[in-house]
Structures are given as structure tokens and as C-alpha cells.
């Protein structure tokens, strides 16, 4: 056991008892000043409610208190419930990482966030959370990356964490968890800690009685360790008194919602419910208490007790499996508003928070004083309590690790007719032949569509992760089959279940592996292109952590034809278009793969690159001979003149993708009319979309002289000229380019859900043919 493993097991006396209640304390003030701040002190220009959640902070104050002031370790990492956040920025405040002028600005332009984010607050945020469950889901697969790289020898034991997420008791709605759930169990998961603020209340109403019991099942069935922390102490003394039992079956029975009732309304309303349910000697025991005591008694609950937390954590520390903590708690604890049913968005007045300041010590005009009112004993025992938190180790806890060298060229894959999704499969394979430290660094994953996303060649080379040696018994019984699925400590592809929300928080983790763990990998996801959406939350939430990956979407479209409508997808360009930090490619050739493939290996890393999105496909296509010089650097910035207009050329066809022989077949009809007729070939609508965006706006804040890549293209022709734009999704895809110089355009594309038939028969009912592009030329030129 490492030093700072034996420093968070270490109890604490107790006088440092006391000084981690203060502490407490000045968590609970902190977040809740922060809030007032920003609602009620910083000047408001808009009139609108900034909000914030007061409640939710107070309810979790005990437990992020016991985490990160004793339990928590530097290697540790931890998703914060996002309406904790300034419970978090509080804590970080304490601890030194974090400035006043953030706190005064939360929620404002610049000042720390509504809900912990990696890329815009300046503490030290690990995980983004905000979309409720993906934070709790992200962990477990952040544990998978920590079992990867720990099989491989690339992380040691004193570097082996925790990964933590402090959740709402509501957030166990979201089927998101239940999915990863699975996973957990199927890939023997370890050092996993949810941490449940059960406070039977959610956003709109008090929670189902019948659930509280169901949660132990659940987690137990999947291997999970279950610690309940119903009771403080002070209730456990109390139960052991004559009368105790009575009163603790009393509250065992009790509705969620009766016992945030009486929480709100206090002790008067404890004392008169309790003394007309209990029996006689329940009365005595309740006699016993005064008003405040009594107060504390029923509400001081096992998630409001640092005795009972560190106790918790300390024994959950013992060994590696995956735990559920549940911690019962009251919403909005020690607040005006504790218990109410509308206290989720609730704010206390400036009367209320001058109350809890005075109620703490605060002095007024010191309200960000950390140690404001504490006795100077105290003040030094807080602060050598902060000192002494295994937190506080200086070592670092996000990683910069050092780039990996990409080859210099990806081979082109042979053949004169093939698919992207095709060469996809064996430009991997051919990586997986090398034994570079590139190659080694690769990991794949799919969603039960490895072998049909054409992964088969990379897996059969590197196999599959798993924790425990798995032979391919097809294979040891010699049944002919192409994949050999075998797993072990050193395989490279992560299989997981029919659930794309996994695989999107699957390369989310894998593509923090940098600045977590220091280690670099290069996530490569693949998926059916439609099911993209059915995961869209979860790709945002991995992209606005600014983790780095490769998303391969294959097959897509239209030209999907037999698999039907449910199987085709129509608006998944417009989604790789619209989501920042994500740069959509939709390649027809192999060549053009094998270049940007490589590019988009290259941008991982670089400080200011992003994520990669492919949109593939199995349409086999021939493979066109190359003549011009300079094609690979205009693909590269999204689109290539396949066919070079002549000079002041009148018309012009735009396609993306796999309707690459429709696009030329069309050029041959037309070429006899058209002789100076060009056909551009677009790589990236995306990348074309935001270089010319990204010019205008350049114009307008008096950057003279940029011109967009799309703009330079389009000048070939007439300004007069028509465009016919094609690709096998929403014809808005393409559409845009008449804006570039205003040119007219017709737009093809696919706008109604498809069905199942022959390309022939789909390319003509859908307007996708050369019949179409005919037809749209004759309307550009009347």
C-alpha cells in the first residue's frame, strides 16, 4: 500500500473531527454565498434568473466534505453531481485551486461553470457532467481505460485510482446508467464508487417509496458491493435508548414525502407527529430532546454524518470492487427550504442568507473569507486538516503526454473496385501488421457490429481486452470462420453490448487516456451510421470534454437498400456539420480514406485538433485514376475538383460520398451540352461549411484577406453558374454552396424516410440518379 493509500485510511481524531465539520460548514456557505452572489449581489443587465441550486448543494455538503478532505487521493477521479458544482468550486476554493473572481463570476461569462466542465472551469474538473447519468456512466468505462493500460504495464499501482461519481438519487432514472451497468459486469470492472445523494426528491416531486430497496438488488445481481448509510450516529444512540426501536420503526415506515414535510416544518412538527405515533416510552425519548436537538435528531441522516461517511469510505477502501453508496440525506439541509417540495431551483433570500451567515460566524463584508469568525485554534486546525488530505499531494493530475509518430503515408488499398467501409477494414488491418508504437496505441470498439463494420481484420491481429485469457473455441475445433476472437490482458478492441450510448462514453474515456492516466491511445469507434443518433447525447457529452477519437459510421444512407428505412439514415451529415469539436468526412474513394485517415490520426493530437467522424459506406465503387497534383491537399480541406471546370464554366455538379457514379454519370450526359461542365468531389461539407464561415466572419472583424477554401473552388466558375449538389442524405448537406458566391443551386438529397428496394429502383424514386441531375440541370439554365 502506497503512502497516501495509508494517509486516507488514517482516522481522524477528534479534534480534527471538528475542524472537518467546520470545514463542512464553510462548504455549505460557500456555495450557497455563491449562488446569492450571482442572484442577488452581482448586478443583473438581462433580467433573467440566473439560478443555481442551493438544495442540491446543501444536500451534498457532508459528502463531498469526507471525499475530498480525507478520502480522496491525487490518482482518485471523480464525476461531481452537476447541481453540486459549487459545493465543488467551494472545495477547491479551500484546498487553494481556485480563485474569488471565479466564484464571483459563476455562472457568468468567463467565471466558473453552472455544471463542472473540463474544458471551461479552471479548477480541476476530471469528468464534464450536466446531461443527468452520462457523468455516473463515464466513470465505469474510465475504469476500463485504467484496466487497459494497468494490463499493459503502462500505469503502476500507486497510480491505480478510484473512479467516483457523485450522483442525485434521480439520476438512477436514466437508463444510461443501467446500460453501462451491464458492462461492468461483463468486463469485471473494479475501483468504481457511486456515490448516491438519496434524498428521495427529485426536481419535480418526492420519489417512489418502492425503489430505495430495488437499487441493492439491482447492483448486487451485477457484482456490486452495496453500502447503505441510512443513520448518523446520533439516531444509532438514540435507537439503543428506551424507546429507540419504536422511533426507528417509526421512521422506517414513514413516506419519503411525510419526512420532507416535517423537515421542512421543523421541530414543533417533529415533536407533535412523533408524540402522537409513538408509544409511551417513544414519547419519553423524544421528551428528551430540545428543539434544536430534536431537529438535528431526524434530519442529521447517515449521508449528513462525517463519522459515518469516513467510516463508509474507510471500509470500502479495503478491497477493489465496484460500490453503490447509498446515503440518505435531506434536500436542502441546515437551508430555510430543507425538505420543501419546491426547493430544487429554490433561493433564499438576502434575509435568509444573512441569517445562515450569522447562524456560521460569518462576518459581514467577509463573505469569501474562508476563516471568517473561526477562532484562531480552529483556523489552524482547519487548515492543517487541508494540508493533511491525501488530495493535497503535489503530484499531477492531468498528464501531457508526448505525440506519437504517425507514418508518413497509409497504404492505399489494392483493388479497382471497393467500398470506403471496405478499405476502412483494411487500412486498420494493415496497421495491425506492424509492430510500431503506433499500432500498439490503436484501440477499437464497437457496439456487437464489429465483424459487419469490417473491424475483423484488426481484431483477428490484436484480439479482444479482457481481464481474463478467452480462447476462440470455433477456432480450437477447427470450425472454419475468418474472425478469431480471442481476448486477453494485451488484446486491442473493447466489444461491447447493442447500447450506443456505451460506446460514445466508451471513446470519451479512452480519448481522456492523455490527461488522465498520461498514457495517449487513439480511440477508434465503429456503429451503423443511423444509430448515431440513438447515442447523439452521449457523443456531444465525450465531445465537449475535448476527449479525442475517431467515429466510423458505416453503412449510411439510402444506398443501405435492402436493410430498409429503419436501417437508413438520412440527417447524420447535418449532424457531423453541427456538432463542434467534430469534423465530418464522407470519403467515396479508398485513396481518399487512406489520406484523411491518416490526417485525422495526426490531428488527435494536436493542441488544437478535435474528433473525427467517417460516414462510410459497402457500395463498391470504381476507383478513379489520379492526374491532377494538388487533389490530396484540397481533400484534405473538404472537397477537390474530381473534374476541373473550364474557365468560367456555367455549371457544375457537388457530390459527397457514394453517389460519386451518379455524379460522373451525369457529367457524361451532360458534358456534349456542357463542355466546360466540373464535377467537384466533396470530402468534408463540414470542414468546406466552416472554412468559409470562419472567413466571413474574419472579414468582419477586419481581418483583410481570407478566403475560404469553397470560395477559391467556386471562383472557377461563372458567378452566373448553376450548381447541382448530390449526396445520399438531407439535400441541406450541399444546398448552402449557392451562398458562397450566390450561385443558383438544386439540391438533391434524400428528405423522407426510405425503404427497402435495388439501388436502381431507390436512386430513381428518391431523385438520386443521372435521370435527376438531367432534370435538375434543365431547371437551372431556363
Given at each position: ?6 494517509s ?7 479534534r ?14 460557500l ?5 446569492h ?16 441550486h ?9 459528502l463531498?466534505t ?12 471523480v ?6 458544482s ?9 484546498f487553494?485551486?481556485?480563485?474569488r473572481?471565479?466564484?464571483e ?16 472551469d ?11 447519468g452520462?457523468?455516473?456512466a463515464?466513470?465505469?468505462?474510465a ?10 504495464g503502462?500505469?503502476?499501482a ?16 436514466e ?10 459486469y ?5 475501483n468504481?464508487?457511486?456515490?448516491v ?7 419535480d416531486?418526492?420519489?417512489s ?8 438488488d439491482?447492483?448486487?445481481?451485477v ?5 447503505t ?40 412538527a ?17 421528551a ?7 431537529s ?8 449528513h454524518c462525517?463519522?459515518?461517511?469516513l467510516?463508509?469510505f474507510e471500509?470500502a477502501?479495503q478491497?477493489?470492487?465496484?460500490k ?7 434536500k436542502?439541509w441546515?437551508?430555510?427550504f ?25 462576518k ?10 473561526l ?6 486546525d ?6 493533511k488530505?491525501p488530495f493535497?499531494?503535489?503530484r499531477p ?34 496497421i ?16 456487437d457490429v464489429?465483424?459487419?463494420t ?19 473455441v470455433?477456432?480450437?475445433l ?14 486491442q478492441?473493447?466489444?461491447?453490448g ?7 462514453l466508451?471513446?470519451?474515456?479512452f480519448?481522456l487516456?492523455g490527461?488522465?492516466?498520461?498514457e495517449?491511445?487513439f ?5 451503423y ?14 465531445l465537449?470534454?475535448n ?10 444512407g439510402?444506398?443501405?437498400?435492402p ?19 467534430l ?8 485513396d481518399?480514406l ?10 488527435l493530437?494536436?493542441?488544437n ?5 467517417f ?19 484540397h481533400?484534405?480541406q473538404?472537397?477537390y ?7 468560367g464554366?456555367g455549371?457544375?455538379?457537388a ?8 455524379a460522373?454519370a451525369?457529367f ?8 466546360d461542365?466540373?464535377?467537384?468531389a466533396?470530402?468534408?461539407?463540414d470542414?468546406?461549411?466552416r472554412?468559409?464561415t ?9 481581418a483583410?484577406?481570407?478566403t475560404?477554401?469553397?470560395e ?17 442524405g ?7 454552396l449557392?451562398s458562397?458566391?450566390?450561385?443558383r ?5 434524400v428528405?423522407?424516410?426510405g ?12 431523385r ?6 438531367l432534370?435538375?440541370?434543365a431547371?437551372?439554365?431556363?
Open positions: 500500500m502506497n503512502a497516501i493509500s495509508k486516507a485510511s488514517m482516522p481522524l481524531t477528534p480534527e473531527l471538528s475542524a472537518l465539520a467546520t470545514l463542512e460548514e464553510r462548504l455549505l456557505w456555495s450557497s454565498w455563491t449562488i452572489h450571482a442572484n442577488h449581489v452581482r448586478p443583473n443587465r438581462d433580467g433573467l434568473k440566473v439560478g443555481g442551493q438544495a442540491s448543494c446543501a444536500s451534498m455538503t457532508s463531498m469526507a471525499l475530498y478532505f480525507h478520502a480522496l487521493r491525487p490518482q482518485d477521479r464525476a461531481v453531481k452537476p447541481h453540486a459549487p459545493v465543488f468550486h467551494a472545495a477547491q476554493y479551500m487553494g485551486r481556485q480563485t473572481d471565479q466564484l463570476r459563476f455562472r457568468g461569462l468567463g467565471g466558473a461553470q453552472s455544471y463542472p466542465s473540463r474544458t471551461k479552471k479548477d480541476d474538473v476530471d469528468f464534464s457532467t450536466g446531461s443527468v452520462l457523468g455516473v463515464v466513470t465505469a468505462f475504469a476500463l481505460v485504467q484496466d487497459y493500460l494497468a494490463a499493459r503502462r500505469i503502476g500507486d497510480r491505480m485510482g478510484r473512479m467516483i461519481a457523485l450522483l442525485g438519487d434521480a439520476e438512477l432514472d437508463g444510461n446508467i443501467y446500460e453501462a451497468l451491464i458492462e461492468t461483463k468486463h469485471d470492472l473494479r468504481i464508487w457511486w456515490i445523494d438519496y434524498n428521495r426528491q427529485s426536481l416531486a418526492t420519489t417509496e418502492r425503489m430505495w430497496d430495488r437499487f441493492d439491482i447492483f448486487e445481481t457484482g456490486w458491493d452495496v453500502l448509510l441510512k443513520y448518523g450516529k446520533r439516531q444509532l444512540e438514540a435507537f439503543a435508548r428506551p424507546g429507540g426501536p419504536a422511533l426507528q420503526a417509526w421512521i422506517e415506515s414513514c413516506p419519503n414525502d411525510l419526512y420532507a414535510a416535517l423537515s421542512y416544518q421543523g421541530a414543533s417533529w415533536r407533535a407527529r412523533l408524540m402522537q405515533d409513538l408509544p409511551a416510552d417513544g414519547q419519553a425519548l423524544i428528551s430532546y430540545d428543539d434544536i436537538g430534536l438535528n435528531l431526524m434530519t442529521q441522516l447517515g449521508g462525517l463519522e459515518t461517511l467510516e463508509a471500509q477502501a478491497n477493489d470492487r465496484p453503490l453508496f447509498i446515503a440518505y440525506t435531506v436542502g441546515r437551508l430555510p430543507q425538505g420543501h417540495k419546491d426547493n430544487h431551483s429554490g433561493l433564499m433570500t438576502p434575509t435568509q442568507i444573512e441569517s445562515l451567515r450569522d447562524q456560521l460566524g460569518i459581514p463584508g467577509q463573505e469569501w473569507d474562508a476563516f471568517s469568525g477562532s484562531q485554534d480552529m483556523a489552524e482547519v487548515r492543517a486538516l487541508i494540508a488530505a493535497q499531494d503535489p493530475r492531468r498528464f501531457e503526454p508526448a505525440s506519437v509518430e504517425i507514418p508518413a503515408s497509409f497504404d492505399v488499398p489494392s483493388g479497382q473496385s471497393q467500398s470506403t467501409q471496405a478499405a476502412f477494414g483494411k487500412i486498420l488491418a494493415d495491425a501488421k506492424t509492430e510500431s508504437d503506433f499500432a500498439a496505441r490503436i484501440v477499437t470498439t464497437s457496439p464489429t465483424v459487419s469490417n473491424l475483423g481484420g484488426f481484431v483477428n491481429r490484436r484480439g479482444l481486452f479482457s481481464r481474463t485469457t478467452m480462447k476462440d470455433f477456432k480450437d477447427k470450425i472454419a470462420s475468418p474472425q478469431i476472437w480471442t481476448g486477453s490482458g494485451g488484446g478492441h473493447i466489444e461491447l447493442i447500447a450506443e450510448n456505451n460506446l460514445f466508451n471513446l470519451a474515456a480519448g487516456a490527461e488522465h492516466f498520461g495517449r491511445l480511440p477508434i469507434g465503429t456503429l451510421d443511423p444509430f448515431i443518433a440513438r447515442g447523439l447525447d452521449a457523443l456531444n457529452y465525450a465537449y470534454q476527449a479525442r477519437f475517431i467515429v466510423v459510421s458505416t453503412p449510411s439510402l444506398t443501405l437498400g436493410e430498409g428505412g429503419a436501417h437508413q439514415s438520412i440527417n447524420t451529415p447535418l449532424i457531423g456539420m453541427g456538432q463542434p469539436g469534423t465530418h468526412w464522407e470519403p467515396a474513394f479508398a481518399e487512406a489520406l484523411l485517415m491518416r490526417h485525422a490520426f495526426v490531428d493530437q494536436a493542441p485538433g478535435g474528433c473525427h467522424y460516414r462510410l459506406s459497402t457500395r463498391s465503387l470504381e476507383q478513379p485514376a489520379r492526374s491532377q497534383a494538388d487533389w490530396q491537399s481533400a484534405l473538404g472537397a475538383w474530381l473534374v476541373p471546370p473550364g474557365p464554366s455549371l457544375a455538379i457530390y459527397a460520398g457514394a453517389l460519386a457514379p451518379e460522373l451525369g457524361e450526359a451532360l458534358r456534349e451540352d456542357y463542355p461542365l466540373g464535377v467537384l466533396v470530402t468534408s461539407p470542414l468546406l461549411h472554412g468559409w470562419q472567413a466571413g466572419r474574419a472579414r468582419w472583424t477586419g483583410a484577406g481570407k475560404s477554401h469553397v477559391t473552388l467556386l471562383s472557377a466558375l461563372s458567378p452566373q453558374a448553376g450548381l447541382i449538389t448530390l449526396v445520399d438531407s439535400p441541406a448537406t450541399l444546398s448552402w449557392g458562397v458566391r450566390g450561385q443551386v438544386r439540391a438533391l438529397g428528405e423522407e424516410f425503404q427497402t428496394g435495388d439501388l436502381p429502383d431507390l436512386y430513381r424514386t428518391y438520386l440518379d443521372s435521370e435527376a441531375i432534370d435538375a440541370a431547371d437551372l439554365v431556363l
